[in-house]
């Protein structure tokens, strides 16, 4: 797995390279913008102008330093940005270097930035809070109404590095080139849509260095499941999902289609409709309600008694028997493995403790509803609330969005590959299913990197699926299932 690096992890790994390992502040500013020059000079062509926004701070502190590294290639102009009392050391330092070797500043104010093929973003990085001043935000938006390719160092201007949250005005990079590791906001919210092509720069520290300091990592390799010759379907999870409803029997379907097609060696369906769609390798059980009466049904209690997973929710419908019913089963079935999706999350209290073994899957507004908090706040706050919730209820989470953050209360893992084309009704049943299959599979060292598996996979069927196409159906993510390698 990546790690990730909040904010202040980032400057903790700073001060101890500094204090620790004994590499002084101005080497660090030095190898940030060897390095990003070296990838500036694979994208950007030689003899292009160039403009670095520069400001006060030590990410402006890197942007003097690349100036430096860049002159001989390029038509580069610099200019800084801010309060020139508040100059850190360091970057008070580059700037002086620069005035020394007779490269002088350019007033931004008496150039066209539509003259420059690339400008450059190096005013604030991890430091920089919303809002933005008045000149900060005419810069921002002079420089992205360009012609041009931007880059961000460390972070855009205007895209806070914890949440995500994009200002109203916030620098659009083609690229940011950021230190050690990614930070949670490039991946969260808006993250993506203003971060552009995220390249990491290691700076010469080892990865295990990095990774001491991370509490949040990003999974990114995908275990596939390989069968021994000497099994049978018993040897491959039976998994149990109850869901469906008169008017959402499709949820079943999908979540059922998944399932077996994700690996399950048996599944069955206990509904009280059953969708034309679903596939006939699917043992499935009818029912007129949803109560704890069907736990009074002798083949029904087998079927629980046989299963190693049960998913819970999809296309269920919402009533007092069916909270009721959820409950009795958690209760009566406390040691299989749950996927609570979609409606069946209603039937929880938060402030309850259940069994680790539980695993909910809810969207932002499913998950506010749960909570309590509203969609806004929750958005400033995914991973800590997602932590803190699965903590006081003892149970695991996968919050769902273009990065899912999983969470068992302790560590959080982040999948982040998610693509827009998979926000369509169902995707999210088709992610049950294949999670309800995969927990039962032993795929990973750990629980939690089961679930970030299981939802790598959902990605990866969605990708093999889209192809050229601009867009895709839940039913078409089974398809590519059955594609992936």
Partial sequence: MIPILTSKEMYSLDSYLINNVGIES??????????????????????????????????????????????????????????????????KYNYEVLTALNIEETDYKKVDFNEFECIIDSLFGIGGKAPLNEEITNIVALSNNCECTR?????????????????????KADYTFTMY???????????????????????????????????????????????????SKFDYGKCLVIAGSKNMSG????????????????????????????????ISFEISNYNTSILENEDIRELFDKSDSITIGPGLGKSDDITEMINSILENYSDKRYIIDADGISALDCSKEYKQNITITPHIGEFANLIGINRIDIAENLIKLTKETAKKMR??????????????????ILVSDGIPEMATAGSGDVLSGILGAQVNLNLCPNYLQILANAALTHINAAKNTLNNGNSIIASDIIKGLKCIK
């Fill in 26 to 91: 101005k080497l660090l500013m030095e190898c940030a913008a060897a390095y990003t020059s070296l990838k500036i000079r694979e994208i950007i062509p030689q003899n292009s102008k160039i403009l670095i926004l520069c400001g006060v701070g030590n990410n402006g502190g890197d942007g003097l330093s690349i100036v430096r590294h860049l002159i001989n290639d390029y038509e580069v102009s610099y200019s800084i940005i801010g309060d020139r009392s508040n100059q850190s050391k360091d970057n």
């Fill in 151 to 171: 880059i961000a160092i460390d972070i855009p201007t205007g895209l806070n590095s914890e949440s995500g949250v994009a200002y109203s005005t916030t620098f």
């Fill in 181 to 231: 590791a990614e930070k949670p906001g490039m991946l969260l919210n808006d993250g993506k849509d203003f971060c552009g092509n995220i390249i990491t720069l290691d700076l010469g520290v080892k990865q295990s260095l990095i990774s001491s300091f991370s509490s949040i990592y990003k999974y990114n390799s995908r275990v596939t499941l390989n069968r021994n010759n000497n099994t």
């Fill in 251 to 282: 949820a079943a379907a999908l979540t059922c289609n998944s399932a077996i097609t994700a690996g399950a060696g048996l599944v069955y369906l206990l509904t009280t409709n059953i969708n034309n769609s679903l596939y006939p390798e699917i």
């Fill in 395 to 412: 149970i695991n989470i996968l919050l769902k969005g273009s990065t899912s953050i999983i969470s068992d209360g302790e560590d959080v």
